[in-house]
């Protein structure tokens, strides 16, 4: 059975920084592409940024392209977010989530919630102003 744990989550000011960590079990973790998604109270999960099976590429939601990065340690079968800059809008609950096909890419068809098949259970975000 896939597990993916999130952790890392946590109270923060503007402008300061956290590092999400997703780890993942039961599937060959190396060979799925994986994403986050966030969802703030309200509204509907959104894309934030995705990256491919070897880490090879990354593609990033608009409104976070420069301030999070994504990576990968296929080795530790874990996904990172590492979060800068941090806005009262980036408050939301981050979930991990690993893309059902093998070898997937990171492009702009990654925001599709569809191409992923197994979710975390989320973690808390909250940036205060």
């Known amino acids: 059975q896939v597990q993916l744990v999130e952790s890392g989550g946590g109270l923060v000011q503007a402008g300061g920084s956290l590092r999400l960590s997703c780890a993942a079990s039961?599937?060959?973790?190396?060979?799925?592409?994986m994403g986050w998604f966030r969802q703030a109270p309200g509204k509907e999960r959104e894309f934030v940024v995705a990256?491919?099976?070897?880490?090879?590429?990354?593609y990033y939601a608009d409104s976070v392209k420069g301030r999070f990065t994504i990576s990968r340690d296929n080795a530790k079968n874990t996904v990172y977010l590492q979060m800068n800059s941090l806005k009262p809008e980036d408050t939301a609950v981050y979930y991990c989530?690993?893309?059902?096909?093998?070898?997937?890419?990171?492009?702009?068809?990654?925001?599709?919630?569809?191409?992923?098949?197994?979710w975390g259970q989320g973690t808390q975000v909250t940036v205060s102003s």
């Open positions: 039961g599937r060959t973790f190396s060979m799925h592409a």
């Open positions: 990256i491919s099976w070897s880490g090879g590429s990354t």
């Open positions: 989530a690993t893309q059902k096909a093998r070898f997937g890419r990171a492009d702009e068809h990654s925001d599709y919630v569809g191409l992923y098949d197994y």
